[in-house]
């Protein structure tokens, strides 16, 4: 089993940033990929961006390309998402999820572990 735990949401103006952290515990040597995805009320779960554990490889959603940045410390066992030019559309609840396939995947429905999720607000 993999435990994922988010941390770092919080409130903040249009524009600012926050970084959001995700430490993971557990069996954490058969994962392979680490995504961010988020739901903001109403809305379904949408991917926001991978990366690689082994490779460090990232992909990110357009929406928050140039905006955003996936990075690993693999000694910390923790994946962050550094959030920068924030606008009121990035509000929701973000969450760390955990992939045990080689092939990086988009779709919530891939991902086999995930965290609680930690909320973001922005506002306008």
């Known amino acids: 089993q993999v435990q994922l735990v988010e941390s770092g949401g919080g409130l903040v103006q249009a524009g600012g940033s926050l970084r959001l952290s995700c430490a993971a515990s557990?069996?954490?040597?058969?994962?392979?990929?680490m995504g961010w995805f988020r739901q903001a009320p109403g809305k379904e779960r949408e991917f926001v961006a991978h990366?690689?554990?082994?490779?460090?490889?990232?992909f990110y959603a357009d929406s928050v390309k140039g905006r955003f940045t996936i990075s690993r410390d693999n000694t910390r066992n923790t994946v962050y998402l550094q959030m920068n030019s924030l606008k009121p559309e990035d509000a929701a609840r973000y969450y760390c999820?955990?992939?045990?396939?080689?092939?990086?995947?988009?779709?919530?429905?891939?991902?086999?572990?995930w965290g609680q999720g930690t909320q973001v607000t922005v506002s306008s």
């Open positions: 999820a955990a992939d045990k396939s080689p092939i990086g995947s988009t779709h919530y429905s891939r991902y086999d572990y």
């Open positions: 557990g069996r954490t040597f058969s994962l392979y990929h």
């Open positions: 990366i690689s554990w082994r490779s460090g490889s990232t």
